[in-house]
């Protein structure tokens, strides 16, 4: 099953920054939009932003100003998200969800994200 793979989390302290991975492995399948949410313990998961391969980037109110989707560049099914000014409450799994024309959708395993001092 295709699936993406994200990477980057890990422990950041307060107003620090992370750039969050998320790459498909099998560059043959035509990937044509992909999207990090993230899920704090207790709470749904939430969107942050998405992709098109045109470039169309959306963001959600929670991370206009701090987090960045960027990607698909050169062809390659892949996007990243900077993530600015970290606060605590951005503590959560960071997920990274595909669509694609000729293996379905999927989501990652999730990456790991704490803000701490």
């Known amino acids: 099953q295709v699936q993406p793979v994200e990477s980057g989390g890990g422990l950041v302290q307060p107003g620090g920054s992370l750039r969050l991975s998320c790459v498909v492995p099998?560059?043959?399948?035509?990937?044509?939009?992909m999207a990090w949410y993230r899920q704090a313990p207790g709470k749904e998961r939430e969107f942050l932003a998405s992709?098109?391969?045109?470039?169309?980037?959306?963001h959600s109110k929670s991370a206009e100003g701090r987090f960045t989707i960027s990607g698909f560049k050169g062809g390659d099914n892949s996007v990243f998200l900077q993530m600015n000014r970290l606060r605590a409450d951005d503590t959560a799994i960071y997920f990274c969800y595909m669509q694609s024309k000729d293996a379905g959708n999927a989501w990652g395993q999730g990456t790991q994200v704490t803000v701490s001092s």
């Open positions: 992709l098109l391969n045109s470039g169309y980037a959306v």
């Open positions: 099998e560059s043959h399948v035509n990937v044509y939009y």
